[in-house]
């Protein structure tokens, strides 16, 4: 099953499931179901539910806010994740706010889902990867999508913290297969977090959202076979609040495909330091895009993102000088 | 666009209010005038909004509202609070951060959230979500609406228009009273308004209706047509012309002196005075001892 599908049918059981679960987003209903086909089918089941709307990101956010206050739930589809910055006052100084700012707990069970990265040519303003411009708002938890874990999970843990959730849902992966692991590698599943390796003591650790996910795995491979580097990589699925468990290395990486500064691997590698900095040979390293918007020609895009040769190079010249 | 002041030596008399409308009126604005004497002695943290000059509004829309109905208010919401909850103990505990406060002082006088009552912050914020609010109620308890309290200086935000839009298409059961007081903070409506109130809900087809009276029982006989009609899923924006005697907060009242003059004039305060003399020296008093008596009692409780 490819990420998109199981991101679908994920929809399709929380609508199933939750009576008072809505689906608002621009261009969601059927036929076309969406901008890359996430909501297809549902419109057609729960008409009264899944609502297309005007291209209005601040209201939709809104709105859906005023059915999670009234005790309903709701799924806003944002069509690409760099326009989640429309709704950022909705989320940021209504949604999350609410759930503690009027002195009593307040639930408000909604989930923004926000596609975003670049590789496919959009362009600077429909590439980015915005999670960072969402950590640290009390309240507001972000999870990201991983090949690694069931998206019904996802959700049913989102719609239960009671509090707005962001899922950013990385466009290259909804192509890409779920659960597939290449050998030697294995894949272990602790709770929301996915762990991708060879052994219990690997010579270093990487800590990646699941959008790259697949290309650290190339990268991990690449340094087993000419390096003789072992990797585990960590996938967690809630990006914000962090909280990780790391097996011991000395080494630790954060892969992400944010550009450069006040990133989420600056924000893990806060909470690495506090909790491993004694077993650590220096401190965490943060891989990531360049300080840059995101061209749209192809050369000059692969400039700027996050690949696997980057990875590999980082990780060879930090554990071999 | 500025809020039309009456013509008093053309307004027809008032008509004798209700004992309890005229001494809510009065409460809300004895209420208001303590803030101000608070604020002044120091006993009040960050600022305050007063709705001094605009008590009426929410008095006057109470019989038209049912519990089920929800409230959006907004920075200017003291006298919607105390309209629907007559709770100024709560409410000043909430100001003033002691115990007793309805949000345990966290939300303070402009995040409010009490039953079916909510106040936010941040222009145009509450309508996108009192949209969702009402397509929740549209649904499960049809009849009920959600009254949003918006002032004119909002109408330079942009979710305003995404929201009315929203209402008009999905026929959604969405009141918007916009108290329009002809100032902004310290900007006159006619540096920040082009056009109307009446052309933006016209542009969306959506229904207005206009007063400038302060006579609750000639406003409450124009509005409840209209208001009957958004429980059919019709939204309606209700514009007061009303009138702020006050600053914006606290010390930032720019206007020429006769402009402040030409509100007090208009002050449904002076007219129920002369009105209804009577009742109203007793009940101007009565209030007055009772909000005194509840600032005493809440300024002495221990922090919330």
Known sequence: MRVAENLNAALHTALENDPGLHLLGEDVLDPYGGAFGVTRGLSTRFPDRVLTTPISENAVTGVAAGLALAGDAAVV?????????????????FAAKSVSMYGSRVPMRMVVRCPVGGGRGYGPTHSQSPQKHFIGVPHLALYEVSPFRDNAEVFAEMLAREEPCVLF????????????????????????????????????????????????????????????????????????????????????????????????????????????????????????????????????????????????????????? | MTATAPEQEHAPPLEEPADEDLSLMLAIRAFELKLLELFGQGMLNGTTHTCLGQEYIPVALRPLLRPDDHVFSNHRGHGHYLARFEDPEGLLAEIMGRRGAVCGGVGGSQHIRRDRFLSTGVQGESLPVACGVALHLKRAEPGALACVHIGDGTFGEGGVYEALNLAALWRLPLLVVVENNGIAQTTPTSAAMAGTVAGRAAAFGIAHAFTDEVDLAVIRRRLAPGIAAVRQGRPLVVEFATHRLGPHSKGDDTRPAEVVERAREADWYRRYAAACPDPFARLDAAARTYIDEVARDVAGREPS
């Not at chain 1, 589809?77 to 100084?93: H, K, P, Y």
């Not at chain 1, 290309?215 to 000419?226: F, I």
Request: charged share 25%.
């Open chain 1, 77 to 93: 589809e944002i069509m690409f994740g760099d326009f989640a910055t429309l709704a950022f006052d909705q989320l940021v100084n």
């Open chain 1, 169 to 321: 849902e990385d466009k290259v992966l909804y192509t890409r297969a779920m659960d597939e692991v290449e050998p030697p590698f294995t894949l272990e599943r602790d709770g929301g977090v996915a762990r991708v390796g060879l052994t219990d003591e690997p010579d270093c650790v990487i800590v990646a959202g699941g959008g790259v996910a697949h290309r650290v795995l190339r990268a991990m491979r690449d340094l087993l076979l000419e390096e003789e580097i072992v990797c585990t990589l960590l996938v967690p699925s809630r990006l914000y609040p962090v909280e990780l468990d790391l097996p011991p290395a000395r080494h630790v990486f954060v892969v992400e495909e944010g550009t450069a500064g006040g990133t989420w691997g600056a924000e893990v590698a806060h909470v690495v330091h506090r909790r491993h900095w004694r077993q650590l040979a220096g401190p965490v390293t943060l891989i990531h895009s360049a300080d840059s918007v995101i061209p749209t020609a192809p050369h000059l895009e692969r400039e700027v993102l996050v690949g696997a040769s980057a990875v590999r190079r980082v990780i060879r010249e930090t554990l071999r000088g």
